[in-house]
């Protein structure tokens, strides 16, 4: 087994920075009571500024003005950290979040799929830092050492009993996941390093330490395995955005929005299911939330495709007020298949594909704009087409010529000399669903050489009523 | 006077207009009309460019002009779009036409989605024809199919009134459908001649 641990070490500030326009303005993470604020965690421009963390909010303030604060909120950090799971849930079966802060990703069993590990690192940095969190990455054979390797190193390998024991033996006592007061206690018996601290006797150890040294020493060098629980995804994705400032245009909701369909993306691949049918909450500050329902005719995860219908609808709607959150709920998640494609494009023009097109031009029009025509078998015109092709009709035997414009709704031909060039043909159907017609049907010419199809109802005098054009 | 230049060359460098050629390029694009493509200069539809159908009234022959056209695309399983048709296309009609109707697709649009939804068709290059009917467009927005035209290589037609003959167009085939008599006239085509007289058409029923 191969442990790679990811490490976070500003979970909490990335988690604040990826929803900002601006990642490099001076920000700080404020944390406290009301009484007492303090500056928790603060990015390198604000740290420039001059700022420390555990600095109190007040001695900040006084200090400079030019930074933005942000509430540091241990809920998120969960939150992003459960996320990052997810996202890590597609690389291995097995994500442990037992450690605060860090994944820890079984990944041997992975390497057929994703290939070498340095391939497979170089893959999980990138579309880390796509995603937007700083990272270190440390592979190990075994969880606790990758762990304590992680404190202190970034891309180490480790595979092997003996490398590992050398990289330990080098590791200074406090960064080895000890508690406190036991690394101090070592470091003032003058063991700094960790191999002065396994070269000693095992009995004394057990005799002046708490059991848990011993068995963190053991775990460390892989005498005894680490039981870690595994993570398993959740089943919907509900993510919500605040925003800074009242948005009044959907142009400033754009940036929020892709994120959030970026995140619901890489979330649908982890699981490897689609999505179909999500719903986008604005939030305002009276009245109930704006939803925008968005439904697509095939599961997709497309992280663009899936921006660009959200936006085609977002751009329709009309809303009440200003913004102030946006929110992305997906609880339908039918499994992804993905779509059929020759292996030799048929045309080689197309930079779209239909069912993308399909889908764009739903996003605008609506959701009925696009259909197909499709033949119904009934004798009456109007009810002889439809638009689902679902009970498509084998085709009555024979028609008589049919026109190839049909009026919806047919309208009196007000044509003064009309020449009949075929005709009638008596259409009676329709006595058992209510729909009940007699009509006789004619193929007239009119001066102006248009042949069109008209009728007159059985029994009745009156004009022809235009129902279709020969076009 | 020194230098002797080979005929071959600038012929090749299509620096001499050698006049009307005589031979018909076989189009890849064909009316499925026989006289309408022998008076066409490239034997068939402009390929990847915008035609126009001008016709005076509906019900004068405008979709049995293109009917054999969609037959072969939708045969070789290239989707055929109408980008709001006035009236309903009736199935029966169109299959007994041989169309395959499961590449046909209507897009229900307002006046100016249409224009839009037609662009975005052409431009995607995932149709085989776009058919649209665009009621008083100005020559800006014919340019634009023109070129979506061009981009997605896919063939355009839009119809237009007959009253719009006189107004200029960048289409790459302008052609008039009339119906006292049936004809076709060819009121600008790129690339050729105009043919001197109308082409006969008449259509069935």
Redesign the interface.
Known sequence: MRWACILLPQLALDAVLRDRDDPEAPLALIAGTPQRRVLKTMNPAARALGLQPGQSLTAAQAMTRDFVMAEYDPAQIEYWHRFLAAWAYRFSSHVSLDYPRALLIEVESSFNLFGPWELFERRLRDELTALGFRHRIVLAPNPAAARALATIHDGLAVTHREALDKVLGQMPIQHCGLSREIATAFSRMGLRRLQQVLALPRDTIAKRFPKEVLRHLDALVGESAVVLDCYAPPDEFDVRIELNFDVESHQALLFPLRRLTSDLAAFLAGRDSGVQRFTLFLEHREGPDSQIPVGLLSAERDAAMLFELARGRLENVQIPGPTQALRLLARDLPAFVPAYRELFN??P??????E???E??RA???D?????????ADHR?EC??QIN?AK?ATG?AD?P????????KPVPLQEPALRI??GPERIESGWWDGGDVRRDYY?VQ?H?????WAYCPVGEAGPLLLH???? | MGSVVALDTLLQERRVWRGQSTAVPASIQPTGYATLDAALPTGGWPD?ALSEILV?????????LL?PTLARLTAA???VVLVA?????????????GIN??Y??????SKR?AL??AE??L?????GAVLCWPQQINDRALRRLQVAAET???LAFAYRPIAEAVNPSPAALRLAVE??P?QLRVLKCRGGRLPATPIPFS???
């Open positions: 048929e045309r023009q197309q930079s779209l594909p239909w993308q097109l399909r764009r031009l605008r029009l609506g009925g704009a696009v259909h197909g025509v499709h033949a119904f015109p002889g087409w092709a498509a009555l028609l010529p049919r026109p190839g414009w049909l009026l919806s060039v075929a193929l009119t102006r050489g248009q042949l069109a279709g054009w020969f076009a | 990847s005076s009234a509906e019900g004068v022959g405008e979709l049995q009917w399983s290239e989707r048709p006035a009236y309903v296309p009736f199935p029966w009609a169109w299959k007994a036409a109707l499961s046909l697709t209507v897009i229900q649009a989605d839009w939804a975005q068709c431009r995607s290059g995932s149709c997605g290589q896919t119906t006292c049936a259509v069935g029923q």
